[in-house]
């Protein structure tokens, strides 16, 4: 059974920052790729950043200068800080992690359920 849980999402000013928290956590799994994605309504989910087991990371299109994706593996935390936010930021945004069964090595992937992001003055 694994969990994936986003937190740290809400309102904030164009220009503002906030640091979204995933928890991807289970039993006799380890986690392997976790990423953050967003939708904004009409628009398709896009890619934020995702980060690898081994602590490679690649950005969306025009991300990766102001957010910045980042992972506690003691606390089973991935972190994605979002900095000089603008209104076009304002999205549902997911974080997806990728577990292996430590029996078999079987791959599980997991969406969390979403946290809301609103940028406006």
């Known amino acids: 059974q694994v969990r994936v849980v986003e937190s740290g999402g809400g309102l904030v000013q164009p220009g503002g920052s906030l640091r979204l928290s995933c928890v991807a956590s289970?039993?006799?799994?380890?986690?392997?790729?976790v990423g953050w994605y967003r939708q904004a309504p009409g628009s398709q989910r896009e890619l934020v950043a995702r980060?690898?087991?081994?602590?490679?990371?690649s950005y969306g299109d025009s991300m990766k200068s102001r957010f910045t994706i980042s992972r506690d593996n003691a606390n089973d935390t991935t972190y994605l800080q979002m900095n000089n936010l603008e209104p076009e930021d304002t999205a549902v945004y997911f974080c997806?992690?990728?577990?292996?069964?430590?029996?078999?090595?079987?791959?599980?992937?997991?969406w969390g359920q979403g946290t809301q992001v609103t940028v406006s003055s």
């Open positions: 289970g039993t006799a799994v380890r986690v392997t790729a």
């Open positions: 997806n992690a990728w577990f292996r069964r430590l029996s078999n090595g079987a791959p599980i992937e997991k």
């Open positions: 980060i690898g087991s081994g602590g490679e990371v």
